[in-house]
């Protein structure tokens, strides 16, 4: 089995995949890109920091570091489970640019699923996330487990339906994600992934 070290945000499809709620109670998303080989893990974790969860607010005179957070999360654009490669990669660029207006220019050469994607271990990169949280997308309420209530049972559908599907992944501990199986997956895993997500979480089925 792979033992790579989970991203925070899932939109990229790496060997290991997972899905945490962030500290400003925002959920991890996976995003529909190509299937990873396994031979580009470095490219990989970059892809996918662009999700990492933006810096909690600092607590300022008279206010709460809960309250700052709830003003914060008021301001950021809200991702749907339906929503497109495009009007993600729309929001994320858009925190991208507000990266670059305060200073942050380092940005990997390959462009992912059109999305722009800093470096996320350039030391320069924390100063400017600080700057441009309010552009940080959050994640679906479905796939916050602090927002959706049915969120265990939902996430144990979301495995089932895929198990039912013949791509046989690895549940890990407290729904926080799986693993890829080492061997042969389905050629459309990313549609068996996204429609078993739609199936377990949507409310259509509420």
Request: with cysteine.
């Amino acid at each position: 089995m792979p033992n790579h070290t989970p991203p925070a945000h899932p939109f990229a499809f790496t060997r290991h995949r997972r899905l945490v709620a962030t500290a400003l109670g925002t959920a991890a998303f996976l995003l529909p890109t190509a299937c990873s080989s396994g031979e580009d893990k470095s490219e990989e974790a970059d892809v996918a920091s662009i999700s990492e969860p933006a810096p909690k607010a600092t607590t300022s005179a008279g206010g709460s570091g809960a309250s700052a957070s709830a003003s914060l999360d008021s301001q950021r654009p809200q991702l749907r489970l339906d929503s497109s490669k495009e009007e993600v990669a729309r929001l994320y660029n858009a925190w991208a640019s507000c990266l670059e207006q305060h200073g942050f220019h380092n940005f990997q050469d390959v462009v992912k699923d059109g999305q722009r994607v800093p470096v996320h271990d350039d030391p320069a990169l924390p100063a400017a996330r600080a700057q441009c949280e309010s552009k940080v997308p959050l994640g679906p309420p479905e796939l916050d487990r602090n927002r959706n209530p049915r969120f265990a049972d939902d996430w144990r559908e979301w495995i089932a339906c895929m198990h039912r599907r013949n791509y046989k992944v690895i549940p890990l501990p407290n729904e926080e994600g799986y693993d890829v199986p080492d061997g042969p997956i389905p050629p459309d895993a990313i549609q068996i992934e996204n429609e078993c997500r739609m199936e377990a979480f949507g409310a259509g089925k509420k």
